[in-house]
């Protein structure tokens, strides 16, 4: 079993930066695939980024290339989800996720673990 949770959500003004935590449980974390999605009130889950067990392969939504990082530690059991020129269309809540194989996808029914969520609200 694997345990998400998300921290580091909040309040920002548009142009802010975030930086979003996801601290997983279970000996296995370097073994996962993880990734970031995020749902904004109305509207339907939506893809973030994605990185592979090593960070060395990383995928974003257009929405967000250039402007999000995705980045794991390993040694901590620790995904982050580094969120800079923040504007309206970021806000939602964001979820952390993962799956036991070691490629990321953009698929959220390819993950198998959720974490609760964090929410962020960027005004404008």
């Given amino acids: 079993q694997v345990q998400l949770v998300e921290s580091g959500g909040g309040l920002v003004q548009a ?3 975030l930086r979003l935590s996801c601290a997983t449980s279970g000996r296995t974390f370097s073994s996962y695939g993880m990734g ?3 749902q904004a009130p109305g509207k339907e889950r939506e893809f973030v980024a994605a990185i592979s067990w090593s960070g060395g ?4 939504a257009d929405s967000v290339k250039g402007r999000f990082t995705i980045s794991r530690d390993n040694a901590k059991n620790i995904v982050y989800l580094q969120m800079n020129s923040l504007n309206s269309e970021d806000s939602a809540v964001y979820y952390c996720a993962a799956r036991s194989i070691i490629a990321p996808t953009s698929r959220g029914s390819e993950y198998a673990y959720w974490g609760q969520g964090t929410q962020v609200t960027v005004s404008s």
Wanted: hydrophobic residues 20%.
């Fill in 57 to 60: 392969s990383t995928r974003y």
């Fill in 36 to 38: 970031w999605f995020r």
């Fill in 15 to 17: 142009g802010g930066s």
